[in-house]
Nanobody, 115 residues
Framework: QVQLVESGGGLVQAGGSLRLSCAASGSIFSINVMGWHRQAPGKQRELVATISSGGSTTYADSVKGRFTISRDNAKNTVYLQMDSLKPEDTADYYC?????????WGQGTQVTVSS
């Protein structure tokens, strides 16, 4: 069983920065994809960014150039550096781990960007 624990959310002013972390523990297949989704109030959950165990990344168009995803494979941890934050980035951010045959979610961390 896999556990994902997120940290780093909070309240920030528009234009500011936050860094989210997600540490995975348990039985983790070495070849995997880790990433972040987010869900704003009244909206569907959407992909923010992903990174494979080999380092390949994908980003939602809305965050390209502002967010950077990275990972430390030795620590089974994924990070999301969020810069130039906008009020529309306000959401609950969820960490995800994808392996062959399944996926696991974190409990979520709240990010609020004030205008």
């Amino acid at each position: 069983q896999v556990q994902l624990v997120e940290s780093g959310g909070g309240l920030v002013q528009a234009g500011g920065s936050l860094r989210l972390s997600c540490a995975a523990s348990g039985s983790i297949f070495s070849i995997n994809v880790m990433g972040w989704h987010r869900q704003a109030p009244g909206k569907q959950r959407e992909l923010v960014a992903t990174i494979s165990s080999g380092g390949s990344t994908t980003y939602a168009d809305s965050v390209k150039g502002r967010f950077t995803i990275s990972r430390d494979n030795a620590k089974n941890t994924v990070y999301l550096q969020m810069d130039s934050l906008k009020p529309e980035d306000t959401a609950d951010y969820y960490c995800i781990l994808i392996v062959p045959g399944g996926r696991s979610w974190g409990q979520g961390t709240q990010v609020t960007v004030s205008s």
